[in-house]
Nanobody, 128 residues
Framework: QVRLVESGGGLVQAGDSLRLSCAAS????????VGWFRQAPGKEREFVAA????????YYADSAKDRFAISRDNAENTVYLQMNSLKPEDTAPYYC?????????????????????WGQGTQVTVSS
């Protein structure tokens, strides 16, 4: 079992950047696929980005493509989400999630139901 803790959120202005971190403990993190999701008030949880256990594949929502970048450092047990050119519509709590089944494809990693392990979230607020 893996435990996840997000950090790096904050209040920024439109056009600014943030880097979110997802720190893991409790298991061999390098075995886990990791996804980032967000859920604005009154909306469903939304996929943002995902990375496979070995960094060989990354996946992005259309809203994140070309602005966000997901990466991982397995030696540090951490996954990062670099967010550039932030927009007010990016405002939401952001959650990282982990799944230990190898060979998952992009369709599966985009589903929140794929992930059994979740962090508590970090708030991102983008003012206009």
């Amino acid at each position: 079992q893996v435990r996840l803790v997000e950090s790096g959120g904050g209040l920024v202005q439109a056009g600014d950047s943030l880097r979110l971190s997802c720190a893991a403990s409790g298991d061999t993190f390098s075995r886990y696929n990791v996804g980032w999701f967000r859920q604005a008030p009154g909306k469903e949880r939304e996929f943002v980005a995902a990375i496979s256990w070995d960094s060989s594949n990354t996946y992005y929502a259309d809203s994140a493509k070309d602005r966000f970048a997901i990466s991982r450092d397995n030696a540090e047990n951490t996954v990062y989400l670099q967010m550039n050119s932030l927009k007010p519509e990016d405002t939401a709590p952001y959650y990282c999630a982990a799944d230990s089944v190898p060979g998952r494809g992009g369709v599966t990693l985009r589903r929140s139901s794929t992930y059994p392990y979740w962090g508590q979230g970090t708030q991102v607020t983008v003012s206009s």
